[in-house]
């Protein structure tokens, strides 16, 4: 193993460390575009994948502190997304992810391994995986607004008041909640919402 001093797993740390913060921030600058356009459901998703690239940069950052970094100088390329509309948003989010998911973290990865640091190896390759997920899941938003099916389906499904919690079987999501009288773009598919209860 080579010193983590003057290894590139230690720049390469504090690469992912960056583009992990800013991924945070953009999918909060997101989340609040989402939420002026009245589509609180994507709000929460970019919410959520947010406070999961927080959590990336944290795994990345601890390993930082174990080898007893102090400040570094590092060249890296980030994206700077100018999309304004939703639909646009997703698909640069999830072309971000796929990209650390198919060629970044990979790599950093099998650098990490060629120069004897095995647990980060290991971190950058499941977190991939995870940026895998997240792509998809922005992929997904971006296919149901491109398709104008956000809030319709074409078979009767479950809808879920992101809000209240109302759950209703329809085509379409109510363009009110007739519970909390939220708008529709609270609803999501009972599908995909959070802690339903129900195993698939």
């Avoid at 980030?78 to 640069?92: G, H, M």
């Avoid at 099998?110 to 792509?135: S, W």
């Avoid at 109510?174 to 009288?181: A, F, G, K, S, T």
């Amino acid at each position: 193993m080579i010193n983590f001093n003057s290894s590139e797993t230690k720049v390469n740390l504090l690469r992912a460390f960056a583009g992990e913060s800013q991924a945070r921030n953009r999918y909060t600058f997101a989340a609040s575009a989402s939420k002026s356009a009245n589509l609180q459901v994507i709000s929460e998703v970019f919410t959520f994948t947010a406070n999961q690239e927080k959590e990336h940069a944290k795994v990345f950052y601890n390993h930082l502190i174990k080898g007893g970094s102090g400040s570094l100088e590092i060249d890296a390329a980030y994206p700077v997304d100018a999309e304004k509309d939703i639909l646009s948003i997703l698909r640069s989010s999830q072309n971000n992810e796929f990209e650390e998911f198919e060629n970044i973290y990979p790599i950093f990865g099998n650098i990490a391994a060629d120069e004897g640091f095995e647990e980060i190896a290991k971190d950058f390759h499941m977190i991939a995986e995870i940026e895998k997920t997240h792509g998809n899941r922005f992929g997904i938003f971006a296919e149901l607004i491109a398709e104008g099916k956000l809030f319709t389906c074409e078979v009767e499904t479950g809808w879920m008041c992101l809000n209240c919690g109302h759950i209703l079987k329809s085509t379409q999501a109510p363009l009110m909640c007739p519970v909390c009288q939220h708008n529709q773009g609270f609803f999501i598919r009972i599908s995909m919402a959070p802690y339903t209860g129900h195993c698939q």
